[in-house]
């Protein structure tokens, strides 16, 4: 509606003929760069990285791919009579994603499915461990450095069970409470008491 508006304004005015075909050519190229839009492509290393990237509640199950995977997977291939790399055909890729799940006990996600176009795609896709260890948890197995400590378990105050400076904190008016239901029962909360004028 815009436009059609703006050309015929433009075409009204007869003395800038110039104009007119300057603003038909930029809505044609507007137009067609409209209708083309590029296809985006998603490779197995990028959802890895994504993945990677994500760190914490991962809804994949650890996976650790054994060494003659390549092998098992070939071997599938041609017992399922499959010609060729390419897996074109939808109940024979069923088949073989499900034949492959029986023998390596680790599904493809729903969403992955149709990124596997041929029986190279599903190898690599085997041959990716998949680790769901969150990053924090992660750093108890990395050696650090002799000036860095992680209290991975830490110290919350309570007056009744801190007895060093004799129950007295630095923050008296503070409390320290505890609101999400998994630490509830692992960490005590404390309601400090509060002195009105």
Not at 15 to 22: A, E, L, N, R, S
Not at 182 to 192: D, N, V
Request: positive net charge.
């Amino acid at each position: 509606m815009v436009t059609r508006g703006l050309l015929m304004a433009a075409a009204t005015l007869r003395k800038t003929p110039i104009i007119v075909g300057c603003l038909q050519r930029s809505f044609a190229s507007t137009a067609k760069a409209a209708k083309r839009k590029p296809i985006k492509t998603v490779s197995l290393s990028a959802v890895g990285e994504s993945i990677a990237a994500k760190g914490f509640l991962r809804p994949h199950k650890p996976y650790s791919p054994p060494k003659d995977a390549a092998k098992r997977i070939r071997n599938l291939a041609s017992s399922l009579q499959l010609k060729n790399d390419e897996l074109g055909n939808l109940s024979e890729k069923f088949k073989f994603l499900n034949a492959c799940f029986q023998e390596l006990q680790h599904g493809v996600p729903n969403s992955q499915v149709h990124e596997l176009r041929t029986i190279s795609d599903v190898i690599a896709f085997y041959e990716t461990p998949v680790d769901t260890t969150v990053p924090y948890d992660a750093l108890k197995r990395v050696e650090l450095p002799e000036n860095l400590h992680i209290q991975y378990e830490y110290l919350r105050f309570n007056p009744e069970t801190d007895t060093k400076f004799g129950g007295k904190t630095a923050f008296p008016k503070s409390s320290t409470l505890v609101t999400g239901l998994k630490y509830r029962s692992k960490y005590e909360g404390h309601e400090a008491k509060r002195s009105w004028p």
